[in-house]
């Protein structure tokens, strides 16, 4: 039973464009993040935030940000899109001492 | 800075014998251990966990997976196997302390063959 929800399911795009990518969770945790799965099934984090900090994996381009209006939902925003952003985008949740959740994912196309 | 290994990107087995996929991990310290499960365009679902104690944990779907500190390992096993359990398989580690941010392993394509 998917408790992790993430819209849209797939998006196509032109490199330069921004996009924004929604994710709700609705286990009440208190921590998310963002995955990235890459076209080998590499899966890498990309930030984890809870409603005080916000951690980001210092690889992560800076056109990448996370946005957040409260602790159940955080949003990804690309700014200006490149063709290596091309992946499925994984987001998740978590409570202290629990597994970590996944949603199902967006699959971004950037062409 | 901590990592996780894969080995085999690909295992294949006749469905009825006993899957095992390797896992190993570098980490300074005691490492959390998990396996996670992904299904043909379906979300990561949790197997099992390792914090500590017992060196085998026993998770879902019938899986379970052995601790060996002597060689930093975390292989996942089940007998026999079936042919709904063909997916790809992660092994992830998440720093002691309970950080929760997990680093994941390449992934192992399982194949079971009816």
């Known amino acids: 039973e998917t408790a992790v929800f993430q819209t849209p399911n797939y998006h196509v795009t032109q490199v330069g464009n921004e996009v924004s990518f929604n994710c709700k969770q609705t286990?009440?945790?208190?921590?998310m993040y963002w995955y990235k799965q890459d076209s080998k099934k590499l899966l890498k984090i990309m930030f984890s935030?809870?409603?005080?900090?916000?951690?980001v994996n210092e690889t992560v381009p800076r056109r990448f940000s996370p946005q957040s209006s409260d602790k159940a939902h955080l949003n990804l925003r690309i700014k200006s899109v490149e063709p290596e952003d091309s992946a499925v985008y994984l987001c998740?949740?978590?409570?202290?001492?629990?597994?970590?959740?996944f949603g199902k994912g967006t699959r971004l196309t950037v062409v | 800075a901590q990592s996780v290994d894969q080995p085999d990107a690909h295992v294949t087995l006749y469905e009825g014998a006993s899957l095992e996929l390797r896992c190993s991990y570098s980490?300074?310290?005691?490492?959390?251990l998990f396996w996670y499960v992904q299904y043909p365009g379906q979300s990561l679902q949790f197997l099992l966990k390792?914090?500590?104690?017992?060196?085998v944990v026993k998770g879902t779907k019938g899986f379970e997976a052995e601790f060996r500190k002597s060689n930093s390992s975390f292989n996942l096993k089940k007998s026999p196997a079936h042919w709904s359990d063909s997916a790809k398989y992660f092994c992830?580690?998440?720093?002691?302390?309970?950080?929760?941010?997990?680093?994941f392993g390449q992934g192992t394509v399982l194949s079971v063959i009816p």
């Open positions: 998740a949740s978590s409570q202290q001492g629990t597994e970590v959740f």
């Open positions: 992830a580690l998440e720093e002691a302390g309970g950080n929760n941010k997990l680093t």
């Open positions: 980490y300074s310290a005691a490492p959390y």
């Open positions: 390792y914090i500590t104690g017992d060196a």
């Open positions: 286990l009440g945790h208190d921590t």
């Open positions: 935030y809870n409603n005080k900090q916000l951690i």
